[in-house]
């Protein structure tokens, strides 16, 4: 069966980064739906860990649309971005009287979709929001 959208998606994956999936969609949050470079602009600026993976992601969606497709790096956007759980690193710490605890420490594996800008379909964000809402207009 055929692929109906005429944009084609790039994607990158990186499996077992070792912090937890909550932590990473914090992050992932503020950069889906994003141009490429307010996305690469946002993680350099953010103050958590998790920007670094997500920061060696995105390059590496871009570079296989740039190799792959062809595709000009100015003109994607992040379509689709999420965090999954991976395995639980199970290990065990000594407490008093000699017993073990146990400890499980989290990995996730995260996804960054990339797609190229529709040029007909672009959003323009108005600059007044409307009661707490950005109104967006087409151009």
């Known amino acids: 069966m055929e692929n109906k959208n005429s944009s084609p998606k790039i994607r990158a994956l990186a499996k077992h980064i070792r912090m937890s999936a909550h932590k990473a969609r914090r992050v992932i949050n503020q950069i889906r739906s994003r141009s490429y470079e307010q996305a690469l602009m946002i993680l350099e600026f953010m103050p958590y860990r998790a920007c670094y ?6 390059p590496s969606a871009a570079a296989n649309a740039n190799h792959n497709m ?12 999420e965090v999954n759980e ?3 690193l199970k290990r065990s710490r000594p407490r008093a ?3 073990g605890y ?8 995260i996804t960054i ?3 190229e800008k529709d040029k ?3 959003l323009i964000m108005l600059t007044e929001p409307k009661k707490g809402k950005y109104v967006w207009d087409r151009k």
């Open 102 to 109: 146990p400890i499980q420490k989290p990995t996730c594996h």
């Open 70 to 81: 062809g595709l000009n790096k100015a003109n994607l956007f992040v379509s689709r971005a």
């Open 97 to 99: 009287q000699g017993r």
């Open 86 to 88: 991976g395995a639980v």
């Open 53 to 58: 993976p997500i920061l060696q992601l995105i």
């Open 120 to 122: 007909s379909n672009n």
């Open 113 to 115: 979709v990339l797609e």
